[in-house]
Structure formats: structure tokens, C-alpha cells
């Protein structure tokens, strides 16, 4: 069965530096996000993506983020100026369409910042 | 603003029970609803969708039902099995809107 897949699974980086969690969605799905769970929370919307450019957007993805889809498979999430509050698990999610069908996720990269 | 509650927090149950798992939330204007299975360190896996319009959906020993006008889902899972044991989360899609809005799961956890 496709799946979705994020790399790399775990990304240890120091505070201010630049991060860029990659994710190559399935293939036939035309929808994108990017999701962020900081542990013991709830999973949280971070950004929708179609058509090459942002759909939508929560207030956590302020300018320090910023989402692109660089060629016709990858779809990246990049971070400039990491902070400590951004460790969390970041997820990518897919899905053919934009309600009708379920959001399919990849396993996640844990990222940790020191 | 939607908030979704899921209780019990953890739940464990002896192997081969039916079991039923609660989400509510709290703006019945949804489009849809979503159950979703996550083990430890993984992603998250999709187990049902419910559209606004209909009361519930089956796939194999799961059920979930949809109540949309008291806000609540249920989750049910027949013959529980070892392998069941992961948290359940539930998240409802607003309308109009792309991203979906998670309650904080239930894990659960099935006796052998």
C-alpha cells in the first residue's frame, strides 16, 4: 500500500540554526500538510499546501516557517531560526482530496532542539 | 473555537472484549470525522472517516458512529486483540477548512 514517508526520522539541531524536514507524499495525492505534536500533546495543524502554493494556515506557522514543494515528489517544511519550543514530532500528511478522503500520515521526524 | 475531548485517557481491557472508546467535541458544524490508530514512535494510521452526513462506518471488527447534533463519536472494536493495544485518536474536519482538529487520544491497552 503507498505511504507516505518523512525524512529523517530524528533531527538534533542547535537553537538558531536552519532545519529542513523533508516528505515525499503519495504519489496520485494532490493535497499536503504539516502537522507538529510536542510530546504529551495533541497533534496540531500547522500548514495545507495545493496547487503549489499555501491553502491555509494555523497561527503557529508564523515567518520562521515556510513550505515547498521543490520538484513533483518532495514536499519540505523548512524552520529558519530554530527555537527550543519547536521540538516536537512533525508529521506529513497527504490525501487525494481535500474532504472526501482520509489525510494519510508518514511516521514522523522527531526533532530536537538544543 | 472546535475543541475535541476523548476519555478516558487510558483504558485496559482483557483480551477478546468488545470495547467502545468516546470522542466529543464541541461545534456540531463538522464536515467530517476521522478515527485514527497511532503506535509508540510511529505515525499516525487512518481507520475510518465518517462524513457529516452519515452515522457511522465499518472496517472489519471496527465501528464508529457518528452523532452529530450531541457532538459525539464512538469507536467500537469487536474481539479485542493484543495487537489492538495503541492510542486512538479522534479528529473532526471543520468545514470549510483544510486542517483537521485533534482530541488528545485514548491509549489503549488489551490483556493477553
Known amino acids: 500500500e503507498p505511504e507516505v514517508t518523512q525524512t529523517p526520522s530524528h533531527q538534533v539541531t542547535q537553537m538558531g540554526q536552519e532545519v529542513i524536514l523533508r516528505c515525499v507524499p503519495i504519489s496520485n495525492h494532490l493535497y499536503f500538510y504539516w502537522y507538529r505534536q510536542i510530546l504529551g500533546q495533541k497533534v496540531e495543524f500547522l500548514v495545507s499546501?495545493?496547487?503549489?502554493?499555501?491553502?491555509?494556515k494555523s497561527e503557529i506557522f508564523d515567518d520562521q516557517f515556510s513550505v515547498e514543494r521543490p520538484d513533483g515528489s518532495n514536499f519540505t517544511l523548512k524552520i529558519r531560526s530554530t527555537k527550543l519550543e519547536d521540538s516536537a514530532m512533525y508529521f506529513c500528511?497527504?490525501?487525494?482530496?481535500?474532504?472526501?478522503?482520509?489525510?494519510?500520515f508518514g511516521d514522523g521526524t522527531r526533532l530536537s532542539i538544543l | 473555537k472546535q475543541e475535541v475531548t476523548q476519555i478516558p485517557a487510558a483504558l485496559s481491557v482483557p483480551e477478546g472484549e468488545n470495547l467502545v472508546l468516546n470522542c466529543s467535541f464541541t461545534d456540531s458544524a463538522i464536515y467530517n470525522l476521522q478515527w485514527f490508530r497511532q503506535d509508540p514512535g510511529k505515525g499516525l494510521t487512518s481507520l475510518l472517516l465518517?462524513?457529516?452526513?452519515?452515522r457511522e462506518q465499518t472496517s472489519g471488527r471496527l465501528n464508529a458512529s457518528l452523532d452529530k447534533s450531541s457532538g459525539r463519536s464512538t469507536l467500537y472494536i469487536a474481539a479485542s486483540q493484543p495487537g489492538d493495544s495503541a492510542t486512538y485518536l479522534c479528529a473532526v474536519g471543520p468545514p470549510g477548512d483544510d486542517k483537521i482538529i485533534f482530541g488528545k487520544g485514548t491509549r489503549l491497552h488489551i490483556l493477553p
Open positions: 465518517i462524513q457529516s452526513s452519515q
Open positions: 500528511a497527504s490525501s487525494w482530496d481535500r474532504k472526501n478522503q482520509p489525510q494519510h
Open positions: 499546501f495545493y496547487n503549489n502554493e499555501i491553502s491555509e
